[in-house]
């Protein structure tokens, strides 16, 4: 009778562990997915403000490479930076992105730090 009891209390509590392991499981991907979602909308924002203050600085250059030497000729010149700058982007994308990302991604939900 004891031994029936002890075995349906160790079944309880090991149940009660597995239920307690699973809600730390939700909430470390909780937290992960959040804070992802974060810095990814960070991101994004920081790249549209980026790529607004680009646009505005390739105008005003692209103005005034046009007084300055002639409109086809300041247009071509503004084009072959951007050019050279995509081309950069192109050739570094891997390192550029894909690792970076690869790498926020681990620290986000492989920590290596206790939260105790």
């Given at each position: 009778m004891a031994?029936?009891?002890?075995l349906t209390q160790l079944a309880e509590e090991a149940r009660r562990y597995a239920d307690l392991r699973i809600d730390e499981a939700k909430l470390?991907?909780?937290?992960g997915l959040s804070t992802a979602l974060g810095q990814t909308l960070a991101y994004l924002l920081i790249f549209a403000v980026?790529?607004?203050?680009l646009g505005l600085l390739g105008f005003a250059l692209?103005?005034?490479l046009n007084a300055l030497v002639g409109t086809p000729w300041g247009t071509?010149?503004?084009?072959g930076?951007?050019?050279l700058i995509l081309i950069i982007l192109l050739i570094n994308r891997q390192r550029l992105f894909r690792d970076a990302?690869?790498?926020f991604f681990i620290d986000v939900f492989y920590e290596t730090r206790d939260d105790e």
């Open positions: 031994k029936e009891k002890s470390k991907a909780t937290r980026a790529v607004l203050a692209l103005q005034w071509l010149i503004v084009a930076v951007f050019l990302f690869v790498r």
